[in-house]
């Protein structure tokens, strides 16, 4: 198998960067005739040595038993395993510092997997607000057929905030499940890490049954936050975003403890929620230009964010920049994170007619939905990823119609700052 032959993680007792161990990790090229590069396995099954090996296999895969010392997990199915997938989870959780990584068909796929592993009917999610569309849909719409209550909390840095939520979802149900985004998509609104484990634990107290913490770590991720090393259970991706980076894949991904992810990875050979080998490969070519990438589109925030920041057409820019230094979100962030993410939100004077007119005036930045990838993209929250969410929720977590959202690429930024100027004056 691909995924145990790979090379040292140290050099001279020097333990290796994540940027480096992405270009071979987790790979043996003496498996492959010596390929530089994993080829893409385009196979759906894989080959027993004998029948005995075939039994082993599957006790193994399903859980049904531990493996022997020494004993080498195998391929056996690709709804299960496959090389490239297997390689591109190790190199996953090198970023977070976890001990596995779990690579799923789409960023929806990994919350659900994940969701439908931890949490049992009657139970209740306590999340932040907002999240990203999908995950408020499905926890409002979908899941409740199921009996499972979302219960929600809009100020993830304010303890008495928090702590009534969990009473609220305390007396609705048991607690089943920690569910966070931080920073938010698309308003940047912060979670403090450290109060939500923290929570996490007087569940566990009062109840018997503490909840995992998991961190939607889409926006910031793996870069510039690593949720695991803020006592956070499970860091989840979409991998369609910044970690994929050309907007040409769709993919999800968790990190954790071999114990939680390895549940997970159950559910997900149960219910087909695996990556193909194509985007496993593509995902690979991808994280090893993620550092650079995610670097280049955080600077070129910037100086797009201080450029809007003067404007007299934008009243308002939720860059992490103009964040009050007494502000409570910003002292979690300097806790937290290492960088501000290139997707960030901005008010404009006026309300959908004056945001529509300023987006169909743009050329250079492209009007879609998505964010993370190489180019700049730009849209209306309201009308599009989160129209789903109820238009009184909407106002609540500050998601009204004046709010546009950028997520900066790695072009020149003169040139996107010159494309949103010539858009402004000719409002
Ligand atoms: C896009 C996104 C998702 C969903 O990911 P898909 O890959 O589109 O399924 C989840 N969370 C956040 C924060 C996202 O931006």
């Given at each position: ?104 068909s789409s960023g929806m796929s990994a919350i659900t997997t ?46 008495a905030h928090v702590r009534d939520a969990v009473s609220e ?168 994170t290492t960088g501000a993410s290139s997707t960030f939100s ?82």
């Amino acid at each position: 198998m691909a995924s145990t032959h790979h090379r040292e993680r140290a050099v001279d007792g020097r333990t290796l960067r994540p940027e480096t161990l992405m270009m071979g990790h987790g790979y043996d090229p003496s498996l492959s005739q010596g390929s530089l590069k994993p080829p893409v396995f385009l196979t759906s099954t894989f080959v027993f040595t004998s029948a005995q090996q075939g039994k082993d296999l599957f006790d193994v895969t399903s859980g049904r038993r531990m493996p022997r010392p020494g004993e080498e997990t195998g391929l056996v199915y690709s709804r299960f395993n496959n090389p490239n997938a297997e390689i591109l989870e190790e190199r996953l959780a090198l970023w977070d510092g976890a001990e596995r990584g779990a690579v799923l068909s789409s960023g929806m796929s990994a919350i659900t997997t994940t969701l439908m592993t931890f949490l049992r009917p009657g139970d209740t999610v306590l999340h932040s607000r907002p999240l990203y569309g999908g995950t408020e849909t499905l926890l409002r719409n979908t899941l409740s057929v199921f009996g499972i209550t979302p219960v929600g909390f809009t100020e993830g840095t304010n303890p008495a905030h928090v702590r009534d939520a969990v009473s609220e979802a305390l007396a609705t149900g048991p607690v089943g499940l920690i569910l966070v985004e931080t920073p938010a998509n698309p308003t940047g609104g912060v979670v403090d890490l450290r109060l939500l484990t923290e929570v996490a634990d007087e569940i566990g107290s009062r109840t018997g049954r503490r909840p995992l913490v998991a961190v939607d770590n889409t926006l910031l991720g793996p870069i510039f936050q690593q949720p695991l090393r803020h006592g956070a259970d499970l860091a989840l991706y979409s991998l369609t975003k910044y970690a994929g980076g050309h907007s040409d894949l769709v993919a999800g991904g968790v990190t954790g403890s071999a114990e939680h992810v390895g549940a997970i990875a159950r559910t997900r050979s149960a219910i087909g929620t695996n990556p193909d080998p194509h985007t496993c490969w593509m995902l690979l070519r991808s994280l090893e230009t993620l550092y650079v990438r995610t670097e280049r589109a955080c600077d070129n925030a910037l100086r797009v964010a201080q450029f809007l920041h003067g404007q007299e057409r934008i009243t308002s820019v939720d860059h992490p920049a103009f964040l009050a230094t007494d502000d409570p979100a910003r002292q979690v962030l300097e806790q937290q994170t290492t960088g501000a993410s290139s997707t960030f939100s901005f008010r404009i004077d006026g309300g959908e007619a004056e945001a529509f007119a300023f987006l169909d005036r743009l050329a250079v930045c492209k009007l879609a939905v998505s964010l993370g990838g190489t180019e700049t993209l730009i849209c209306h929250p309201a009308s599009t990823t989160h129209s789903g969410v109820p238009r009184d929720l909407r106002e609540e977590i500050g998601l009204t119609d004046s709010l546009i959202r950028i997520s900066v690429g790695i072009e020149d930024a003169d040139d996107i700052i010159a494309d949103l100027a010539q858009a402004l004056t000719r409002l």
